[in-house]
């Protein structure tokens, strides 16, 4: 079988003028990057345990250990960390995931295709399964201060012949090409790759083969969720995004699949053979949570710790440019060299970003550390006395009558004692009042840190407070969580534009486009758009081609369909008068598209299941007709027809 041309590499080592860096060879580019690495995990200081501490305590492991007073002592860790960071979760999730998750907006000529736009993104979400890699990462968020979400193109190597006009071997004897067994000229291969060498359609020594090549065939965009402990920004101290010249994340790759790579070209050989055999994975992983165990591999399933770098760099004297690069940090070696073509890219979502940092604020390990380790504290409190209370210690005078082994304390047990004194029960305090004021000003001062209260979180305040109150309340908490999901809103927006290139670089690599999906036509027949233009019922590239900007649709406002609902009564009981007064409301309203949207607000806030009732191909067909007959009735010949029919048939 010929060997596949490496692609490993897109800078010759020749190509490398030692412009950034003194970077003249691929070892002096590996030794730097390994460096640049080495440096950005030694200024995270004690990060991987604050990291592991906040996974245990939203896991509500043990965490006394060897400090608890006694063997059988609680060791009850606070619900906080757990409880606060599932109902911000949920809120923020109910909110970002509505249907559609982004309103689409067009620019131009591209405005008309805005809702197309939308439906596809919309669907084709929903077959990626979107919301499953998002809700991973917005978990992490909130724990670890930082989410970090890879999005990339899903490529897969295919083998195709092709034909190829190549030299042949020429026979030094006689001068003509060398003829095989079935006197056909021998293509002339070159020694490193083994591949024909190409030659010119004009050249006279050459012959038209079939050759095997490797092509990358894309299928869309790909996701990975990336421990915080797996990734770093380049500088680590970088104060904003314009300081920021690298990103790296570190992955695990089994030796089979690098040398498969490297036979498919993705990756150099003489690296992959270089970076060894032997297991490089921990069985303890760094990646939290926490308690994770990696089993042991060896042989076919050792894996080989490597980077992915990004980084932005002058390697050739023609200006900064962003490249990609595979590297081994602890061997310094290069496995790969790639000029950044924006296929993959890292979106971090960041809740409580920190001031003049890159970095955030942990929503357990920051925000609520003290009064997790105050009420933890209580609660083992609170515990150890009461279990000292319920089962108090007997006292039994030195020498006494009684054996507690030969007959022990239980219900109608007989103790044979000489004097009353000889044994009685050592009196304890129960758990005093102020202990259980406490607790409960432990939990005050943690419903003020998030912003949240028990009627925002979905449970009874307990307390004698009117409607009004409550309401107000909750509406002060709204407004701390619309600051946290626009704080999600960007990276949702960029998530957004490297979804829709990613799809144009599958469609562009794909003559006869994608099938649409099923759920995707009935959306698009729902909002009226017609769909005899699209031909064969294909999205091509051309139709993804111009200026679109998704934005996050959810709001805290959207996200609570009982508001949503008496929003919708409110504006019935108004849109009444409001049509006397100004006739112009009233033509705007009875238009085809204000018609279709009144009708889908009002079946989505009242949960309506079935929208292809009133939204289908027939129901738009029904109100095509209705709008063409009222248009005919207000044509003024067509007026005067029927006046003078009327009048005919009353005479």
């Not at 060897?66 to 960071?85: I, Q, R, V």
């Not at 004194?421 to 406490?438: A, C, G, M, R």
């Amino acid at each position: 079988m010929p060997k596949v041309k490496s692609t490993a590499y897109d800078l010759k080592a020749s190509d490398l003028k030692g412009t950034h860096a003194d970077i003249e060879t691929y070892e002096d580019l590996a030794i730097w990057l390994s460096n640049e690495l080495d440096i950005g995990l030694s200024a995270r200081g004690d990060l991987e345990p604050r990291i592991q501490y906040n996974w245990k305590l939203y896991q509500q492991e043990r965490t006394r250990g060897s400090n608890a007073p006694w063997p059988d002592a609680a060791d009850l860790t606070s619900p906080f960390a757990a409880e606060y960071t599932d109902a911000l979760h949920a809120r923020v999730m109910q909110t970002i995931f509505t249907e559609p998750v982004w309103t689409v907006d067009g620019w131009g000529e591209s405005a008309s295709r805005a809702p197309f736009i939308e439906e596809f993104h919309q669907r084709t979400q929903e077959e990626e399964r979107l919301q499953s890699y998002l809700d991973a990462v917005l978990l992490r968020s909130w724990v670890e201060a930082v989410g970090v979400l890879e999005s990339s193109d899903a490529v897969e190597f295919r083998r195709e012949q092709v034909r190829k006009r190549v030299k042949w071997q020429t026979d030094p004897v006689t001068g003509g090409p060398v003829v095989d067994e079935k006197s056909a000229p021998v293509p002339l291969r070159d020694p490193q790759t083994g591949q024909p060498v190409e030659a010119e359609a004009t050249d006279p020594a050459s012959v038209e083969i079939e050759v095997d090549e490797m092509k990358p065939v894309r299928s869309g965009p790909a996701y990975d969720v990336v421990p915080r402990l797996d990734f770093l920004t380049l500088p680590e101290h970088a104060k904003d995004r314009s300081q920021i010249w690298g990103y790296a994340k570190r992955f695990w790759r089994r030796v089979p699949e690098l040398k498969a790579r490297a036979k498919q070209g993705v990756y150099d050989k003489e690296a992959v053979d270089g970076v060894g055999e032997e297991n490089e994975r921990d069985t303890t992983s760094l990646d939290a949570p926490s308690g994770v165990i990696v089993a042991d591999q060896k042989g076919p399933t050792a894996q080989k710790e490597l980077w992915d770098v990004q980084f932005l760099a002058d390697l050739d004297n023609k200006g900064e440019r962003w490249y990609r690069a595979t590297i081994h940090k602890d061997k310094r070696l290069l496995l790969r060299l790639k000029k950044d073509d924006q296929s993959t890219r890292y979106h971090r979502f960041i809740p409580f970003p920190k001031p003049g940092t890159n970095d955030g604020y942990s929503l357990i390990g920051d925000k609520l550390i003290t009064v997790i380790e105050e009420d933890t504290a209580v609660r083992n409190m609170r515990a150890d006395m009461a279990a000292k209370k319920i089962a108090e210690p007997i006292l039994k005078v030195s020498g006494g009558l009684w054996d507690e082994y030969e007959q022990p304390l239980g219900p109608r047990a007989v103790i044979t004692v000489r004097d009353p004194n000889e044994i009685k029960q050592l009196q304890f305090s129960d758990v005093p009042q102020s202990i259980n004021v406490w607790k409960n000003d432990t939990r005050n001062d943690a419903d003020r840190l998030v912003g949240q209260n028990d009627t925002s979180l979905g449970q009874e305040t307990g307390k004698d407070a009117t409607l009004g109150e409550v309401r107000l309340r909750a509406g002060y908490a709204e407004v701390r969580m619309d600051l946290i999901i626009k704080r999600l809103k960007e990276p949702m927006e960029e998530l957004f534009l490297a979804r829709h290139n990613s799809y144009k670089r599958q469609l562009q690599s794909q003559a006869q486009g994608m099938m649409m999906p099923h759920a995707m036509l009935m959306g698009l027949e729902a909002r009226g758009i017609d769909m005899t233009s699209v031909v064969d019922q294909r999205v091509t590239a051309q139709m993804l081609e111009g200026q679109f900007w998704g934005k996050p649709r959810g709001s805290v406002e959207s996200a609570d369909l009982n508001a949503q609902q008496a929003y919708f009564n409110q504006l019935l009981s108004v849109l009444p008068a409001l049509m006397q007064v100004n006739p112009m409301i009233a033509m705007l309203f009875s238009t085809q598209p204000a018609a279709k949207s009144l009708i889908e607000q009002m079946l989505r806030v009242f949960r309506w299941p079935d929208k292809q009732a009133f939204l289908g191909s027939e129901a738009q067909a029904l109100m095509q007709q209705q709008a063409q007959q009222q248009q005919m009735m207000q044509d003024p010949p067509l007026q005067m027809i029927l006046g003078m029919a009327n009048g005919a048939g009353g005479a």
